[in-house]
């Protein structure tokens, strides 16, 4: 009867037996384990209350507390007693951690949620690892999509390998990690066109200051009273850096284009920015007649 755990009934008629027979150390035992088994079922009750109420840890120590009580014992009635309790903790713990994977936001949280349903070994624990591995898959799919849209290829793919460390078959994480390897990989060859680009707009740039920095605006003579040649003209500086002591070359000729003199002189004031102008003169003294002029180069210093 106490094997189909009818234990009040047991109890009863053991007492009965042992009325009247005391001497009776068989019906003594079997009435001690029966007792034993009345008191963990209250236990039982107990720890479902506890579970109700959410103190899961509660149940568990009173759970340990109950296998305490077996440990003595043996026999059917023991063994249907450690099952139960048994199953108790496993349902205990599976309740528990489907309590606790609730509002997890990251892999660190879910990882030990993880194992101890991986460590369960039964259906429904089965069916709790699942989920937080669906959990654990989405947060790292997402961390690592947003870390790709800053071009955070390294931050990305290490967030895909932590994902996958606990899904390594997971498609979908096996597809944005191959996805964020193409992105590395063009974004690494645009960089390199952007580069070389740039390189050569560097050169150009430089190329432009160095030969093509000063353009002419204008540049005239006059005959003065007293027969002197005056040359004055303006430039500007096409640089896209300061330069400065630019000088201008000329040459005057004759009203039959025969050359008369060459000279240089430099222009004010003596460093120019981009976009400035500056001035030059000269007086060539008592050539008494009417002279061309023809500005046949610069020179100059580029700021660096």
Known sequence: MANKGKYQQAQQLFTEALNKRQNFPTAILDKTVVTLALAINKDLTKIDQYN??????????????????????????????????????????????????????????????????????????????????????????????????????SEALKA????????????????????????????ADAEQQRLEKALAAAEKERQHNKNDAVQLVKVHTKLNDYGDVVVSGTIKSDATVP??????????????GKEVTKNKVYATPDKLYPGDTGHFDYTHMMENKALKVAVTGFTWYVDN
């Open 243 to 256: 330069i400065s002591m630019v000088e201008v070359a000329y040459t005057l000729t004759d009203k039959n």
């Open 160 to 187: 895909v390998t932590d994902g996958l460390s606990y899904d390594k078959d997971n498609k979908k994480l096996l597809k944005l990690q191959t996805t964020i390897k193409n992105a590395e990989n063009a974004f």
């Open 52 to 153: 109700k109420a959410q103190h899961y840890e509660e149940a568990l120590a009173q759970i340990d507390q109950s296998e305490n009580k077996l440990e003595s014992y043996d026999g059917q009635v023991i063994q249907n007693l450690k099952k139960r309790l048994s199953t108790q903790r496993v349902n205990t713990m599976v309740t528990q951690l489907r309590q606790q994977m609730k509002n997890k936001q990251t892999i660190d949280a879910l990882a030990p949620i993880l194992q101890k349903a991986e460590d369960l070994n039964v259906p429904e624990a089965k069916k709790i690892a699942d989920e937080v591995r669906s959990q654990i898959v989405e947060i790292a799919y997402n961390k690592a999509s947003n870390l790709l849209k800053d071009n955070q290829f």
